[in-house]
RNA sequence: GUCCCCAUCGUCUAGCCUGGUCCAGGACACCGCCCUUUCACGGCGGCGACGGGGGUUCAAAUCCCCCUGGGGACGCCA
């Protein structure tokens, strides 16, 4: 029976660097039928915060990872915050002092003892690592001067309590990995497997790091800023691992079903946040519908509640038609503000081509009044406030007789007047979802900007 | 500084273990064309890599050594 643990420490936020450890083991975990497990690491009193503890559990749940065992969830080996498990450690501790293992020194500390000159890490990623204990710098304190566990021996004490089979964390882990075997075996337990993870690098090819304000670090930031928890799995799985028949768009599912520890690569890979926004408008566009209605309109801001008050049918339906467009949730703010807002003024961009493109100024000189006259001629069937498709439809049709334009001279032009901008959703569906008095409004504006 | 790990297009990677089918395949990004009565989506195409040097071999991206480059670890943090 496989048993996985994600250990992170509530000493920050969750990264996407420990999204990716936990993403690794529980996916693992999940394609060998075995249990992932949560335990916090939280042994550093001092620098643990509750805040984090929930950032931790909020960003697992986000990314979909539901863990077998651990806080809130309980299992056999309770409890699973390693500041609760004192009695546990200071047991493990009594076994490696009177096995010889560790010994207390000058300074009353209570050290490992490197039995052998040499030890030998086999690591099913990198394979079989040696290091001379020397090198490994001092035998690490197991109890403080305080008495109290450190990392290293909670860790391994937990590990061995927990019959945890594989450890499946980042390669800056490694030269721990070395003490780490050396607690085992002087516990007298049997050693897990190691898997460590390659490292994942910032845009500057150093270690990923908060401070590396290039792009996010944060899996709540991510959260907040747009992304899909899909997307941001899927981009995690590609880093350091590639499908067997290299299947880029990976759900949860296809990850499990195709999973291998052995397909994972051990060089450190460069975030690249294209690629994540590819994936991210992937994803968008092939969830499910009204998963991704939902998703954009907690994006929509301001817009919200006018949105609420024109029914969830209506934003579903907007969401249909205009996704394709979308590349971040994001985006639903200024689709919902194309939508409803009663004040789409002209952008940037037109007023410049206006000013500056003489052709583009011309075609809009013309179509600014056809347009106009176009839409005042409309009458709205019964009591809609929209076009129908097919009015929708009719009025380009018209607008594209009664001025002679057709093409880009036609759709450039005309996309201004119904959006204010040059670029942005299909202008079909603009046409038929914006309510008509505001196209007419809008149209107005544009006859004043142009002509 | 010491030790460990790594080295294929700008980026993520396949291939390497079990040398020949690789003048190296895919994806992102970028560029072009097509589709579309506009943009996007999609389709097609282009650009673009085995870090260097030695071996081993009939044959090396694949095996070995050195160099160089990058990264990580060296806490009474985790």
Request: hydrophobic content about 40%.
């Amino acid at each position: 029976m496989v048993r996985v643990r994600f250990a992170p420490s509530p000493t920050g936020s969750l990264h996407i660097g420990g999204a990716r450890t936990a993403l690794f083991n529980y996916v693992f975990a999940r394609k060998m039928g075995g249990s992932f497990i949560l335990r916090l690491d939280d042994t550093d009193r001092e620098r643990s915060l509750e805040e984090h503890e929930r950032g931790i559990y909020d960003g697992l749940r986000w990314l979909g990872m539901d863990w077998d065992e651990g806080p809130g969830k309980g299992g056999t080996f309770e409890p699973y915050c390693q500041s609760e498990r004192m009695e546990q450690h200071l047991a493990a501790a009594e076994k490696l002092k009177s096995s010889g293992g560790a010994y207390t020194d000058e300074e009353g500390v209570l050290r490992l003892r490197y039995p052998e000159t040499e030890v030998i890490v086999d690591d099913i990623v990198n394979g079989e690592c040696v290091f001379k204990t020397e090198a490994l710098g001092p035998e690490p304190v197991l109890l403080r001067s305080n008495g109290t566990p450190t990392y290293h021996l909670a860790s391994v004490a937990d590990d061995v309590d927990m019959k945890i089979t594989h450890i499946i964390r980042g390669a800056d882990h490694l030269t721990n990995t070395a003490k780490h075997k050396l607690i085992f075996e002087a516990l007298g337990a049997p050693v897990p497997k190691f898997a460590h993870l390659p490292l994942i690098l910032g845009p500057d090819g150093a270690k990923l790091s908060k401070r590396n304000s290039d792009c996010l670090t944060s899996v709540s930031e991510f959260q907040s800023s747009g992304y899909l928890p899909q997307a941001l799995n899927n981009f995690l799985m590609l880093l350091g691992w590639s499908h067997p028949e290299s299947k880029e768009q990976l759900s949860m599912q296809d990850a499990i079903e195709s999973f291998e520890l052995e397909r994972v690569g051990n060089t450190a890979a460069v975030f690249d946040t294209n690629k994540l926004n590819f994936l991210n408008a992937w994803w968008i566009r092939n969830i499910d519908l009204r998963e991704a209605a939902d998703a954009l309109k907690e994006f929509t801001g301001e817009y919200r509640e006018v949105l609420d008050a024109r029914g969830e049918e209506f934003w579903i339906h907007a969401v249909e038609k205009l996704r394709d467009g979308c590349s971040n949730l994001r985006d639903g703010e200024a689709l919902a503000r194309l939508l409803v807002s009663e004040n789409v003024g002209l952008n940037a961009d037109v007023t410049e081509a206006l000013a500056n493109d003489p052709e583009f100024a011309e075609h809009a000189r013309q179509i600014a009044p056809v347009w106009l006259e176009t839409l005042e001629d409309v009458e709205l069937d019964g009591d809609r406030d929209t076009l129908t498709v097919e009015q929708a439809k009719q009025v380009t049709n018209t607008a594209k007789k009664a001025s002679g334009l057709k093409g880009k001279a036609l759709f450039k032009p005309l996309r201004a007047a119904v959006s204010g901008s040059l670029s942005g959703p299909e202008l079909s569906a603009l046409l038929e979802l914006t309510r008509f008095d505001e196209l007419r409004r809008r149209a107005k504006s544009f006859v004043d900007a142009a002509v």
